[in-house]
């Protein structure tokens, strides 16, 4: 079954170094996604990416992240200069909307655990 | 915009028990709506989901959902509780073309005592 495959599985930065988190979604999808959930809290979203730009974001999402389709295979999600609160769970998702039958659930990967010290 | 309301962060009941976790959902359009479960330390595994065919809906582990549209709820459901139900439930929901993005609700951590 196809999936949506994400690494590294886990990460630990130094506070103000750059990060950047990779994910290979599944092949036929178009629409791709960060979210992101800190320990014990709710999954939050944070960036929609479809056609090569990004679709929708939110106020989490601001100049310290980008996200890129660097190779027509990658997404990738860079965070320029991690702080502390950045630590969470990093997830990608994909889903393929718009074909018939298509009832738009998104397909998550296995996630990256981010730590900043 | 949409949103779901999930009420109660922590459910417990006991081995063979009803489970029960509630959500209720905003939505200006028609929405879609799913149910996502967590196991400690994984990724988010659709459970069930509702696209407007069938108000009853059936998933994955013996979990099943109603959306009532007058309640404007999407209640997960599962009649006999197993020790390895325990994981975190997430409400979502979408518009109903799928081209939105999907929110979550806060998420219902489930304990089931032996």
């Known amino acids: ?117 | 915009a949409q949103s779901v309301t999930q009420l109660g962060s922590h459910v417990s009941v006991s081995e063979g028990a009803l489970v029960l976790l509630r959500c209720n959902y905003s939505s200006s359009v028609p929405p879609y709506l799913f149910w996502y479960v967590q196991y400690p330390n994984q990724g988010l595994q659709l459970l069930l989901k509702y696209t407007s065919a069938a108000t009853l809906v059936k998933g994955i582990n013996g979990f099943e959902a109603e959306f009532k549209k007058s309640e404007t709820s999407f209640h997960l459901t599962k009649p006999s509780a197993h020790m390895s139900d325990a994981a975190e439930y997430f409400c979502a929901v979408s518009d109903a073309g799928g081209y939105q993005k999907v929110t979550f609700g806060i998420g219902t951590k489930l304990q089931v005592i032996p």
């Open chain 1, 1 to 117: 079954e196809p999936e949506v495959t994400q690494t590294p599985s886990h990460q630990v930065t130094q506070m103000g170094q750059e990060v950047i988190l990779r994910c290979v979604p599944i092949s036929n999808h178009l629409y791709f996604y960060w979210y992101r959930q800190i320990l014990g809290q709710k999954v939050e979203f944070l960036v929609s990416f479809y056609n090569n730009e990004i679709s929708e974001k939110s106020e989490i999402f601001d100049d310290q992240f980008s996200v890129e389709r660097p190779d027509g295979s990658n997404f990738t999600l860079k965070i320029r200069s991690t702080k502390l609160e950045d630590s969470a769970m990093y997830f990608c998702a994909s889903r393929s909307v718009g074909a018939p039958g298509n009832t738009g659930e998104l397909f998550f990967g296995e996630g990256s655990r981010l730590t900043v010290l």
